[in-house]
């Protein structure tokens, strides 16, 4: 573990022969060369939510965004920068 520097980073100067990090953190690392992911049985996942609170400025908007978010379109993108495609939609 190296607190407050990207994996990647010193494994990609080399002080580090290899490394485990999130793939959309690592991904955007010049040098760093992402060979695949662990298993899944061995990961520690994050999932994200999205909600829109009850007195939201723009309710309308953010309904719209996140629509958006989890749609056929927008997968490409998002499995792009390393995360998941969201399931189901």
């Not at 990647?8 to 022969?17: D, L, M, N, R, T």
């Not at 049985?41 to 999932?47: D, E, K, L």
């Amino acid at each position: 573990m190296i607190p407050r520097i990207p994996v990647a980073s010193v494994v990609a100067k080399g002080e580090y022969p290899l490394g485990f990090q999130q793939v959309s953190e690592l991904l955007p690392v010049a040098g760093a060369t992402f060979v695949g992911r662990i298993p899944e049985s061995v990961q520690s996942v994050t999932r994200y939510a999205a909600g829109i609170p009850v007195n939201a400025e723009h309710p309308v908007e953010a309904k719209k965004l996140l629509e958006y978010l989890v749609s056929p379109e927008a997968q490409a993108v998002v499995k792009s920068t390393g995360l998941d495609p969201v399931a189901g939609h």
